[in-house]
């Protein structure tokens, strides 16, 4: 699986941007995908992630940080993901990593390890 992230960029504090991430190769509905984000001299941490369950079903879980305000989906025609990120604050200035891995139910979307990373894409927000 390959991984393209698009759409970082600049706002002001109480703005909104949103990430997309396109993902080349087979059955991406198989896929657990995730958002993760890196602050300078800070460790790589887990923002939010989604699992296709059937149907219309997901399933989703989100860092504490960001409930509420950052919201990811996915759209299996497509082979994409996507997080909408508003009310954002200089605190969520990172930047972004899409990650995928194999999809395995039983496992924690948060602390499971991702096999696959794109190419980060930065999001400066300003005071």
């Known amino acids: 699986v390959q991984l393209q992230a698009s759409g970082g960029g600049s706002v002001q504090a109480g703005g909104s941007l949103r990430l997309s991430c396109a993902a080349s190769?087979?059955?991406?509905?198989?896929?657990?995908m995730a958002w993760f984000c890196q602050a300078p001299r800070q460790d790589r941490e887990f923002v939010a992630g989604?699992?296709?369950?059937?149907?219309?079903?997901?399933?989703?879980d989100y860092a504490d940080s960001v409930k509420g305000r950052f919201t990811i989906s996915r759209d299996n025609a497509k082979n994409t993901v996507s997080l909408q990120m508003n009310s954002l604050k200089p605190e969520d200035t990172a930047v972004y990593f899409c990650?995928?891995?194999?999809?395995?139910?039983?496992?924690?979307?948060?602390?499971?390890?991702?096999?696959?990373w794109g190419q980060g894409t930065l999001v400066t927000v300003s005071s």
């Open positions: 990650a995928a891995t194999s999809r395995s139910l039983r496992t924690n979307l948060k602390t499971r390890p991702y096999d696959y």
């Open positions: 190769g087979r059955a991406f509905s198989t896929y657990d």
């Open positions: 989604i699992r296709w369950i059937g149907g219309t079903t997901h399933v989703t």
